[in-house]
């Protein structure tokens, strides 16, 4: 083994560290390192509940901004969905820089040729996984629906604003919930020092709760194990990115589907 790919020792790094973090770890020990002094990051569990609350309570403002009382309608649906991911994105994006590295190092959110490739594999895993789950799961309950297939169902009058909601659901979404979950969750779970695959099932269970939908709670179970995979095995954010965004594209296209019903 080459000296560039040795095993790297650091108490900056963890079980399943990013892989952004190791490289520069490596970079800065070989004395290669032109960035400012690499710093560990005091960030914890905690502080992800944070994040979760200050989803739910940009949600909730954007919903009474829009609506009040009543449910958003038409492009104010678009307001309260995209309003949330300042918090998804925002809140770690300043913890890395204030507390760490940035976030693309702490985070491992990189752009990456070989990232995308296995986050295109991934993707169709996900898919995969998510068919079976969701076969067995409408076995056992019946046919159900997501909750983005209801607000499509409810836009198909409106085409530019269901065009608009195709895009959170299938770009906007993946990044925000990836920077979240298997960014700054992930990581913050990992710090435990913790098995890696335990930090995989407890992010991919942090991940389905948070969508309060008990009867696709399986199905998104299922997805988020294949999505925390994707981030231990390439230590990029970006992979899970990719394949969050290749599993929700099928359903983008069954929403695009309902303007020519």
């Excluded at 520069?24 to 502080?47: H, I, M, Y």
Aim: with cysteine; charged share 10%.
């Amino acid at each position: 083994m080459s000296a560039a790919l040795a095993p790297v020792e650091s108490p900056l790094l963890y079980p399943a560290a990013p892989i952004t973090l190791v490289e520069a770890v490596r970079s800065e020990q070989a004395g290669t390192w032109t960035g400012k002094p690499l710093r560990g990051f005091n960030w914890w569990f905690l502080d992800s509940v944070l994040l979760i609350v200050l989803y739910f309570v940009f949600g909730i403002t954007a919903f009474l901004l829009v609506g009040g009382t009543e449910s958003p309608v038409g492009w104010g649906i678009i307001f309260v969905q995209i309003a949330p991911w300042l918090a998804f994105i925002g809140w770690p994006a300043l913890l890395t820089k204030v507390q760490g590295n940035g976030i693309r190092i702490d985070l491992g959110l990189r752009w990456s040729w070989r990232d995308i490739a296995w986050g295109l594999l991934y993707g169709v895993a996900a898919l995969f996984a998510a068919s079976i789950v969701g076969y067995i799961t409408q076995l056992v309950q019946g046919e159900f629906n997501s909750s983005a297939g209801e607000v499509g169902e409810s836009l198909k009058a409106e085409p530019a604003v269901l065009i608009a909601f195709v895009i959170c659901v299938v770009i906007g979404a993946p990044i925000a919930e990836e920077i979240a979950f298997r960014g700054m969750i992930f990581s913050s779970l990992a710090k435990f020092k913790m098995w890696p695959i335990l930090t995989v099932i407890m992010s991919a269970a942090v991940f389905a709760l948070f969508h309060g939908e008990p009867v696709r709670f399986p199905l998104l179970f299922a997805l988020g194990i294949v999505l925390g995979l994707a981030r231990w095995h390439t230590g990029s954010v970006t992979t899970a990115i990719v394949a969050h965004m290749v599993n929700n594209a099928v359903g983008g296209i069954g929403l695009l589907l309902l303007l020519s019903s």
